[in-house]
């Protein structure tokens, strides 16, 4: 196996930024524990690179290769310029190669190992779909499906070294305040105002942080005052803090900060995973028999080591949160589930840590490719 490593040297990642910052937070991340972790030369190529800038704010905009973190950063061009294919290509969410670069792969003595990296789901059929292989219809290529997921028959999560380990001595010498803290990261939604309502008028004091988004703008409307970075106001039980948007190697602290994490999307849910506290996980939209079908299997699979009246309470929640629920009426059952929920959250995380971390994972799974 190591023989086989060895011979996977340069890797090419593609990524075309859909909005927001998901897919880039994924392939950054991967891109990045690749090289630190498993010395891979990784060139990364994004079709966005304003996107990719918030998340590595020291990243030029200036066209160009450039070097971050040992990552060769390159802005995908329009059109495609040549480059000889690397040693394995992975090709993001189906994010769809450049045809001149998928023939070039085919001319190689020996063609890349080729990776389609798919979104995260606890559903049963990514078990069955994961690692399995697409032949090229007109090239000698195959593409593997390689799905995240939550079980050894996956890929896993992305976790880099030394992660768990520094969010426990984090955990070791926090000190908590008098206020519930509350790290806010989601999708605008209906009945946020009315969550804010019962918030403000509730019995516990809060403290609620809010990266920029749709999100707060609605908090910003509610409040009569738009939040800008750095400003804060009262209501009631309920102080609200704008935070700024934060390079994604200091997002982990903000989410180690709170005693329950309301994330969204894919890459902020893991990493809530990853803090070991109580979450709520906004799925991204999509037709909402997918997105239903999704957050059902995650409840599932996460609710299973859960007393019942626990179990019941976050799937309130998470309903409500993720539909045109009510989040206000689940608000009072969640809080009386908070101790059972964060025990449980520390539980999850230990059992996601045996099942190793996707970049590791990944190199495996290509190594097995050209034995
Ligand atoms: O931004 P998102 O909503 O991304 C979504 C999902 O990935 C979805 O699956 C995809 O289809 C869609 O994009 C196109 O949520 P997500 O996945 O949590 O990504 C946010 C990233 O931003 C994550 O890597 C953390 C990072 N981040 C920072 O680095 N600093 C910050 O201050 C904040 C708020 C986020």
Redesign the pocket.
């Known amino acids: 196996m190591d023989l086989a490593r060895a011979t996977l040297k340069n890797w090419d990642i593609f990524c075309r ?7 880039i ?2 392939c950054w ?1 991967l891109a990045s524990q690749l090289a630190a972790e498993h010395g891979a030369g990784v060139r990364l190529w994004v079709d966005d690179l304003a996107s990719c800038r ?2 590595v704010p020291e990243l030029s905009m200036a066209p160009g290769p450039q070097q971050l973190h040992g990552v060769e950063l390159r802005a995908w061009p329009e059109p495609w310029q040549p480059v000889e294919p690397g040693d394995v290509v992975v090709e993001s ?1 189906a994010c769809e190669l450049p045809t001149a670069f998928v023939a070039a792969m085919a001319r190689r003595a020996r063609p890349p190992v080729w990776i389609n990296l798919e ?1 995260l789901s606890a559903e049963s059929w990514v078990e069955g779909a994961h690692g399995l292989p697409s032949p090229h219809p007109a090239l000698p290529l195959r593409k593997h499906f390689f799905f995240p997921g939550f079980t050894p028959s996956t890929g896993g999560l992305l976790r880099e070294r030394g992660l768990l380990e520094a969010r426990r001595r984090w955990d070791a010498s926090r000190v908590g305040g008098a206020a519930l803290t509350i790290f806010l ?1 989601s ?1 605008g939604h209906p009945a946020l105002p009315a969550l804010l309502e019962a918030w403000a008028g509730g019995p516990v004091p809060l403290r609620v942080r809010m ?1 920029p ?1 749709t999100a707060r703008d609605q908090v910003g409307a509610w409040l009569g005052d738009p939040l800008r970075d750095g400003t804060e106001a009262t209501r009631g039980a309920l102080r609200v803090e704008a ?6 190697e ?2 982990d602290a ?1 989410l180690w900060e709170a005693d329950l994490l309301l ?7 893991v ?1 809530a995973m990853w803090a070991g506290r109580p979450f709520v996980w906004q799925l ?1 939209p999509q037709a909402d028999d997918a997105r239903l079908h999704k957050m059902e299997a995650f409840l599932a699979r996460h609710g299973a080591g859960l007393p019942p009246p626990a179990r019941e309470a976050e799937a309130e929640l998470f309903r409500a949160w993720n539909f045109a629920g009510d989040p206000a009426a689940a608000w009072p059952r969640w809080l009386a589930s908070r101790t059972e929920l964060a025990a449980h959250a520390e539980r999850w995380c230990d059992e996601l840590e045996n099942l190793g971390n996707l970049a590791e994972n990944l190199v495996n799974f290509c190594a097995e490719r050209v034995k």
């Open positions: 930024v859909l909005d927001n910052y998901g897919d937070g994924v991340r918030m998340l969410f979104y990261f999708y990266p988004g935070l700024p948007f934060v390079a994604q200091d997002f903000l994330v969204r999307g894919e890459d902020s849910a990493r991204y």
